[in-house]
C-alpha cells in the first residue's frame, strides 16, 4: 500500500502500481528516487519513467495477452473472447499510445462505423443480419 500526504492529511493508494499522475492535480509524475532492496542504496534525482508504465492496465493486460500469444491474433481473439478487427483495434491503440505511427484506411469514418457494428454485433445488441445490413448500408 502507497501512503502520501497532502495538506497534512495522510491518503492512501491500494495498488501498487507506479502512478504516472498526481493523485491531488492530475499533472505528470517524475521518478525522483530509487532504492535497492539489497544493499539499500538510494539514489536521487529525476528518472523518466518507461512508456510501458503510462499505458493503463488495459492495454498492459492487452499487450501480455498479445506476448503469451506470440503475436498470434487467433489466439489473442480466443484468449480474450473479441473479434478480429477489436483486436487489430487494440493493438493500432497500444501502438499509438507507445507514440508510433498507424497507418488507418483511407476512410477513418467508415472504419468507425464497421468497428462500432461489428462491437455492437460481439456484445450480442444486434444479430447477424441486422450487422450485415448495417454494413450495407455503409457502403452506398
Request: net charge positive.
Amino acid at each position: 500500500m502507497l501512503i502520501f500526504k497532502h495538506n497534512s492529511k495522510e491518503v492512501s493508494i491500494i495498488n501498487n502500481k507506479v502512478l504516472n499522475h498526481c493523485p491531488v492535480c492530475g499533472k505528470e509524475l517524475i521518478i525522483t528516487k530509487l532504492n535497492c532492496r539489497h544493499c539499500q542504496t538510494k539514489i536521487e534525482g529525476e528518472f523518466a519513467p518507461s512508456k510501458f508504465c503510462r499505458l493503463p492496465n488495459e492495454q498492459l493486460e492487452f499487450i501480455e495477452v498479445f506476448l503469451k500469444s506470440r503475436g498470434n491474433i487467433k489466439d489473442v481473439e480466443k484468449e480474450l473472447g473479441i473479434s478480429y478487427p477489436t483486436v487489430r483495434n487494440r493493438l493500432d491503440s497500444v501502438l499509438q499510445a507507445l507514440g508510433y505511427c498507424v497507418e488507418k484506411s483511407e476512410c477513418p469514418k467508415d472504419d468507425l462505423q464497421h468497428q462500432t457494428i461489428l462491437d455492437s454485433l460481439e456484445r450480442g445488441e444486434i444479430t447477424s443480419e441486422e450487422a450485415a445490413q448495417q454494413l450495407r448500408k455503409c457502403k452506398k
